[in-house]
């Protein structure tokens, strides 16, 4: 009897490790311990970037990492490591590769070194086996790719492929020097097909493009065939996200096309990012009248619900009294239509930076209830845990 019962549980033991064996083996511990152990065992790393909110990540490690066929081949080939982008290394993990929207997968070779980027659910075993297959080809990873088009491969089919495999990553120079190539490898009157529009929307950022300007100066037909309210508005998003990158380089003819593009879109999210792009280029350059005129016509138009925001680049932007003024009353105006964290948090940092100790300490301190009455625990806890540490700052600088 004891025989047949230490038969029976080795027999469960091992139908449990086969179970367990079947779908994709984690890899638990640090970054860099997933890393060595590539190396040790000269196997690629793979990296699932995911986040807790997200419902494609959930999905995937319900109905795609445990199947058999996904485990046969990332366990022979890969150490595979799930990584949270909102806390602790993946912060930076996501900082240093710029993540923002997930599924991500992050691929390395045995010797630690980027090869490859993927972005979204792969729904099936075998879909995303394809993706492991991808990274493992140095002609045809991202890694391989841009050496493919550095060493002059330019053709149209080739540069298209280079074009939608790492336009969601890389270095955003390779994507902008393959694009102008692609562009001016085709007829102009072509880019407003599908396959180029579609590329043109997801991954051109250059408002000085070959691409760019052709749509811009053919709206009447790119809105007939591209009408919804997104499409009729990328054309003034991306300008407005230019602004930045031309202050950036001090082009000041750019910043002033892409200013002049951005300002006639109707999109409060659009309007929004004039103003907190534009601010640190209007005070560098002392221009600060159309800034001023550009957030006045934001708050005739949206109304105050987004302003702290704009005051909160303000103040982190200078120490000038007079534009701390400017924002402290921007932001009083949204404080008169109703007070949450976010303005009363805003209000209370540009009171201290003005030196007016007891009156930030006070506005800190709504702050702080305010965050404790915040519904998302996550949220709450990172709101309220700020507000305490900038309270104790006042307390320091005030005695």
Not at 326 to 337: G, S
Not at 348 to 374: F, M, P
């Amino acid at each position: 009897m004891i025989r047949k019962t230490f038969l029976l549980c080795v027999i469960l033991l091992s139908l449990h490790l086969t179970s367990k064996a079947q779908g994709i083996n984690i890899f638990h511990g640090m970054l860099t311990e997933a890393k060595a152990e590539a190396k040790k065992e000269n196997k690629f790393l793979a990296i699932d970037c995911y986040t807790d909110w997200c419902g494609w990540c959930k999905f995937m490690v319900r109905n795609v990492f445990p199947q058999k066929e996904a485990g046969d081949f990332y366990n022979a080939n890969f150490v595979f490591y799930e990584m949270n982008m909102e806390q602790g290394e993946g912060k930076d993990v996501a900082r240093q590769y710029k993540l923002q929207m997930y599924p991500s997968f992050l691929f390395f070779d045995p010797d630690g070194a980027f090869v490859h980027y993927y972005f979204g659910a792969a729904t099936t075993p075998d879909a995303f086996i394809k993706v492991g297959q991808t990274a493992m080809d140095s002609m045809h990873n991202c890694r391989g790719l841009a050496y493919r088009f550095f060493q002059g491969e330019h053709d149209t089919a080739f540069l298209k492929q280079l074009i939608n495999t790492v336009g969601y990553y890389a270095d955003p120079k390779i994507t902008e020097k393959a694009l102008s190539a692609y562009w001016a490898s085709i007829p102009e009157k072509e880019i407003l097909e599908m396959d180029n529009w579609k590329m043109w929307k997801y991954y051109e950022g250059d408002i000085n493009s070959i691409a760019f300007n052709y749509i811009y100066s053919h709206q009447p037909e790119f809105l007939a065939r591209y009408h919804d309210k997104g499409d009729s508005n990328v054309i003034y998003y991306k300008a407005a996200i230019a602004i930045k990158d031309a202050a950036d380089a001090k082009d000041v003819k750019t910043f002033i096309k892409a200013r002049q593009i951005a300002l006639l879109s109707n999109d409060e999210q659009t309007r929004y990012i004039i103003c907190t792009n534009e601010f640190p280029f209007s005070l560098k350059t002392g221009n600060l009248d159309d800034f001023y005129k550009d957030v006045d016509q934001f708050i005739q138009k949206f109304g105050t619900e987004w302003v702290w925001g704009i005051a909160s680049a303000m103040g982190t932007g200078t120490d000038d009294k007079g534009v701390l003024e400017k924002a402290l009353n921007y932001d009083l105006q949204a404080l008169k239509q109703g007070k949450n964290y976010n303005n009363t948090d805003t209000y209370a940092h540009l009171l201290y930076k003005l030196g007016r100790y007891k009156e930030a300490y006070n506005s800190a301190n709504e702050a702080l209830d305010l965050a404790k009455k915040i519904n998302d625990n996550n949220e709450r806890a990172r709101d309220a845990g700020q507000e305490n540490a900038f309270l104790e700052i006042i307390r320091k600088t005030d005695h």
